[in-house]
Every structure is written in C-alpha cells, then in structure tokens.
C-alpha cells in the first residue's frame, strides 16, 4: 500500500488533517502525520516507504517539506493554510480535487534546485545543511560589518564589507534576497545569486553564477551567525570560518497542476510585480 506523509505545523486546524487523511484513504493510501516542528529523526525513519509529502500551512511548512523530501526523492505537494502561500500549489478548498488528480496521474512534476550548505572550521566541517531558499551569514550581536572573501570554485571573486552575505537559489530569490534587493530568477533555473547586505560599497551589487558551481564565503571579521531557510536557530560563525554552498545532487520534485507560465501569474497575483500602482 502507498504511504503518504502529511506535514502540518504544530496549530494546523484537526479537522484540515481529518479531511486530508480521508481523501488519501479513499484513493486506498496509507496516511500518517508528522509535525514539523517535531524530531526530524522520527519523521525521517518513516520516509522510508513514502511515496508523496503533502505539507499542510504556509510556505515555512513548505519548506521544511523539501528538506525533507530532497534527498529522498519524494514528491512534495502543498497546500496553502496560510495567508501567502507562493510556493504551495494548492488553497484549501482545493485539497480533495488535487490529490483525486495526482492519483490520476494527472499532474507534472517541477524540479527546484535545493541549497548544499556546509560550515568549514578549520578544515573540518562543522555543519551542514540543506535549503530550498538560501544560506545566510549576518553579523552577530554588537558585532560591526562583516568582511568576507568570495571565491568561486576556486577563482578568487572579491573582498566585501557588508552586513551579511546571502546565497540563494531561484526559488529563494522571490524571498529575503528579494527583500534584499536581489533580482527575480526563473524557478527551474540551477544558477546561484549572491545577495550582499546593505554592503559598505554602493558598487556592490548581486551576482547571479551559473550552475554547477560552489560558492565559497570566508569570514575574515566577524562574529556572525548562519541560518537556513530562516531558520529559528542560528549557527555562530567566526572569523576564519568559511561557508561552502552549492547545489544537492538531487533537485525537489514538487506537484504542480498549474501549466509552467502561472510561475508570472503568481509574481503579479501574491506579490504585485507588473501591476500599476496608480490607477488608469
């Protein structure tokens, strides 16, 4: 029997779940709920045998839903619960029709490429992590501007004085690189941005590299902190510490039922690009 896996933050609504629960048993699917803020290690056990991750919430459930189905190669289908919802495929009211298409086979799939973060000290890696968005080192505390040397596979790229350093993907570039003044890439691209912020020279503008690519950023001054995707708990960084970033191996499969062009339909609809802002 096919597993199913719903991913649901820790005050998703019981009844969503009852419904989402009973859709997948009436298609003969074994469903089983994790919250996302629980244990990784007790949902990652149970992957296994997972065939679809459905996530439950907003776009933070999302996320967490591609860092978990990345490396295993299990396609993600989200519903939105909350009140953006870029990334998510699905609204609410849609759930039951969606998944009656998936188990269809009515739908395609849509790779994203998946963030490979690794925090170098000493030349022993420390930690590592992977994210759908970005990779983000900030200066830490009453900490003053970071220095950080950049180096593209092996090919020095410069020296900057900034606030923080971010690298992200195309799906992140719609997110905090965005915020940050980064430019909009097309979702299924592989390329990596590099995202300075608020750096000390106004000529010191984002990078977008081109695939297949590590970004290296050494922190010459510090303290910093590192964060995934945003997350809750950072990761101190100090000087002499270098971040590697670069592409998982494996993309993020996610369910879409949306032809590829609603990607601009989207960047209007949730986000306001390309709509005036004073009327005819």
């Known amino acids: 029997m096919t597993n199913v896996c719903i991913l649901h933050g820790p005050r998703t609504d019981k009844s969503v779940i009852k419904r989402a629960i009973k859709a997948l048993r009436s298609h003969g699917v074994a469903a089983w709920e994790a919250d996302r803020d629980g244990p990784v290690t007790a949902i990652t056990n149970r992957l296994k045998d997972t065939a679809l991750v459905v996530t439950l919430g907003g776009d933070g459930t999302f996320l967490s839903g591609g860092r978990l189905a990345t490396p295993r190669g299990i396609p993600l289908?989200?519903?939105?619960?909350?009140?953006?919802?870029?990334?998510?495929e699905l609204d609410e009211g849609e759930m039951e029709d969606g998944l009656a298409r998936f188990f269809k086979g009515d739908y395609r799939i849509e790779e994203r490429n998946v963030l490979?973060?690794?925090?170098?000290?000493?030349?022993?890696s420390i930690a590592k992590a992977i994210g759908l968005n970005e990779a983000v080192i900030n200066r830490s505390g009453e900490a003053r501007m970071l220095r950080v040397e950049i180096d593209l596979?092996?090919?020095?790229?410069?020296?900057?004085?900034?606030?923080g350093v971010m690298v992200a993907t195309a799906t992140g570039s719609t997110a905090y690189a965005l915020a940050s003044g980064g430019p909009i890439l097309e979702p299924t691209l592989?390329?990596?941005?590099?995202?300075?912020?608020?750096?000390?020279?106004?000529?010191?503008r984002?990078?977008?590299?081109?695939?297949?690519?590590?970004?290296?950023l050494s922190v010459l001054r510090g303290p910093a902190e590192l964060r995934v995707d945003g997350g809750r708990r950072g990761?101190?960084?100090?000087?002499?510490?270098?971040?590697?970033?670069?592409?998982?191996?494996?993309?993020?499969?996610?369910?879409?039922?949306?032809?590829?062009?609603?990607?601009?339909q989207r960047l209007g609809g949730k986000l306001g690009w390309g709509r005036?802002?004073?009327?005819?």
Not at 77 to 88: E, S
Not at 197 to 204: G, I, R, Y
Not at 240 to 245: E, I, N, V
């Open 190 to 204: 592989r390329d990596l941005l590099l995202v300075p912020m608020n750096p000390f020279a106004l000529t010191v």
């Open 235 to 264: 990761r101190a960084v100090q000087a002499g510490d270098t971040l590697r970033c670069g592409s998982h191996p494996r993309p993020l499969k996610v369910v879409r039922f949306s032809p590829p062009e609603s990607f601009y």
């Open 153 to 163: 596979g092996g090919q020095a790229v410069g020296v900057i004085d900034a606030d």
């Open 77 to 88: 289908l989200g519903v939105n619960l909350g009140r953006l919802g870029f990334l998510t």
């Open 116 to 124: 490979q973060a690794s925090l170098i000290r000493d030349g022993s």
């Open 206 to 216: 984002p990078i977008v590299f081109p695939p297949g690519q590590v970004i290296s």
């Open 276 to 280: 005036p802002l004073v009327p005819k």
